[in-house]
């Protein structure tokens, strides 16, 4: 029987398979060949009992990608989420976690909510520095329930983590998108964690016609590692018409003559606000490298 794995904690891994979760331990073959199963793995289990629902993993399929932050596979989209007001949206913030994303060659979504605390005419402001971007960017108010059906729409049939900062109204999205199926995943989660094995975890929560979603906990800061200075403007998804057309070979759109980017930049073609965060996390990067 083939299912997906939807928890991990403490050795053991909860398989969602036919609408029945299954308890199961991962093979010693996992263990010699130095491979950990993950939340997110596409699974073959053979069941041992049917109640309670106990198994076995036999094998993981191929993954088509790996997050490590949050540990999880096989992930289609990623939607984080940001206020316009109530915590006021710290696009610095937003702009790393893109960044990361891009690292994984995760396709991502962005929903501004709380719409409905500020004027129309600055919201559109706001969406229009993403979309111009290359990021599809959803308006959207959970308390006054516009723009969810777009967004749920969106993620309909694929595996999906939801990020953002505390305060954005992360949890009242979810409910907005899935009440029900939503509802139910509490009642999953208390089954799991009625058992002996309870920690912090990832976990992905299945919410029918193939939609899994993942929640993951609130982040105030996201550090870019693993990014050389120099590469950092391939994480940037409106350079990539202008990194070749500029004077220099290697030009990283600071301080160079005659850079594509910037010309783009004063001719409005490029966000100032992205662009400024581009100089900032460049030389954050930079400054770190040299300790």
């Known amino acids: 029987m083939t299912g997906k794995i939807i928890k991990g904690i403490g050795g053991f891994y909860y398989v969602y398979a036919d ?21 997110g793995d596409n699974a073959e289990i053979e069941i041992i009992s049917k109640d309670p ?45 893109l960044i990361m994303m891009e690292q994984q060659e995760i396709n991502t ?65 979810l409910n907005r998108i899935f009440p029900q199926a939503y509802a139910k995943t509490g009642e999953i989660s208390e089954k799991i964690k009625r058992g002996k094995h309870t920690t912090r975890h990832t976990e ?21 590692f693993d990014i050389s200075e120099e590469n950092l403007k391939y994480y940037f998804r ?9 004077r220099f070979n290697g030009c990283v759109h600071i301080d160079e003559p005659d850079c594509a980017v910037k010309n783009a930049l004063q001719k409005g073609l490029i966000s100032s606000k992205r662009y400024d965060n581009y100089r900032q996390i460049y030389k954050e990067i930079k400054n770190r490298r040299k300790w």
């Open 53 to 97: 629902a106990v198994g076995n993993i036999i094998s993981i399929s191929a993954r088509h990608n790996e997050l490590i932050r949050p540990a999880a596979a096989n992930v289609d989209i990623a939607v984080v989420i940001f206020a316009l007001s109530d915590p006021k949206p710290n696009f610095n913030l937003l702009d790393r976690f």
């Open 238 to 246: 409106e350079f990539e018409n202008y990194n070749d057309k500029c």
């Open 109 to 173: 979504v962005i929903a501004l909510n709380k719409s409905d605390l500020i004027s129309q005419s600055e919201a559109a402001d706001y969406k229009k520095i993403y979309s111009d971007s290359g990021y599809e960017t959803f308006i959207v108010s959970a308390s006054e329930n516009t723009g969810i059906d777009r967004l749920r729409e969106t993620i309909k049939g694929k595996t999906a983590i939801f990020a953002g900062p505390s305060g954005v109204g992360k949890s009242s999205i």
């Open 204 to 224: 992905l929560n299945f919410l029918g016609e193939g939609t899994y979603i993942m929640d993951t906990p609130g982040f105030s800061s996201l550090d870019v």
């Open 19 to 39: 609408g029945v979760i299954y308890e199961c331990k991962a093979r010693g073959v996992f263990r010699n060949k130095k491979i950990k199963p993950l939340v």
